[in-house]
Antibody, heavy 116, light 107 residues
Framework: QLQLQESGPGLVKPSETLSLTCTVS??????????WDWIRQPPGKGLEWIGS???????NYNPSLKSRVTISVDMPKNQFSLRLNSVTAADTAVFYC????????WGQGILVTVSS | EIVLTQSPDFQSVTPKEKVTITCRAS??????LHWYQQKPDQSPRLLIK???QSFSGVPSRFSGSGSGTDFTLTINSLEAEDAATYYC?????????FGQGTRLEIK
């Protein structure tokens, strides 16, 4: 059964770069039918898709975040990662990694707070 | 961008009631519409995939219908444990989008 686990710092300073990693277990990240996504949820608010990557390296990003986001994949480690540049307090959220073949398999989420 | 609009935003219901939540897409998405349940401090949980396909382990009181632009999540005989926020999600085209959520309160 596919499982995903986010990791990374829970606190990031304004203007710095948020970096998170998602480790996939119970399956290979190089399955052709899967896309690997990052989704965020600000406290008390709804879900916002950040972007997707296929193991081939093909990426798609939310236009509202595209200038600040990079998603990459590390096949030997069965991981994919998120970098979000120039963060502000508005980027404070629970960040989820998820595998998608249509519907999502979700990680447990990690709260990242942007504060000095 | 495909906008998903859920209604209602909030509903207060009594146990054993039947609940209907709708999700309307701003353009046709075929059957590429999925429903999730989210409880506080938990990840979303998949209930229905591709508009009407039940997901393994989900109680049979949850069902979905629709295609194109109009979709419905139905909960028959509501139980106290169904108190949660429900989201629809479209995987038809990028950017991936979600509905704004429907919060269900049990009286």
């Amino acid at each position: 059964q596919l499982q995903l686990q986010e990791s990374g710092p829970g606190l990031v300073k304004p203007s710095e770069t948020l970096s998170l990693t998602c480790t996939v277990s119970g399956g290979s990240i190089s399955v052709n039918s899967y896309q690997w996504d990052w989704i965020r949820q600000p406290p008390g608010k709804g879900l916002e898709w950040i972007g997707s990557i296929h193991y081939s390296g093909n990426t798609n990003y939310n236009p509202s975040l595209k200038s600040r986001v990079t998603i990459s994949v590390d096949m030997p480690k069965n991981q994919f990662s998120l970098r979000l540049n120039s963060v502000t307090a508005a980027d404070t959220a629970v960040f989820y990694c998820a595998g998608r073949t249509g519907s999502y398999v979700w990680g447990q989420g990690i709260l990242v707070t942007v504060s000095s | 961008e495909i906008v998903l609009t859920q209604s209602p935003d909030f509903q207060s219901v009594t146990p054993k009631e039947k609940v209907t939540i709708t999700c309307r897409a701003s353009q046709s998405i075929g059957s590429s519409l999925h429903w999730y349940q989210q409880k506080p401090d938990q990840s979303p949980r998949l209930l229905i995939k591709y508009a009407s396909q039940s997901f393994s382990g989900v109680p049979s009181r949850f069902s979905g219908s629709g295609s194109g632009t109009d979709f419905t999540l139905t909960i028959n005989s509501l139980e106290a444990e169904d108190a949660a926020t429900y989201y629809c999600h479209q995987s038809s085209s990028f950017p991936i989008t979600f509905g704004q959520g429907t919060r269900l309160e049990i009286k």
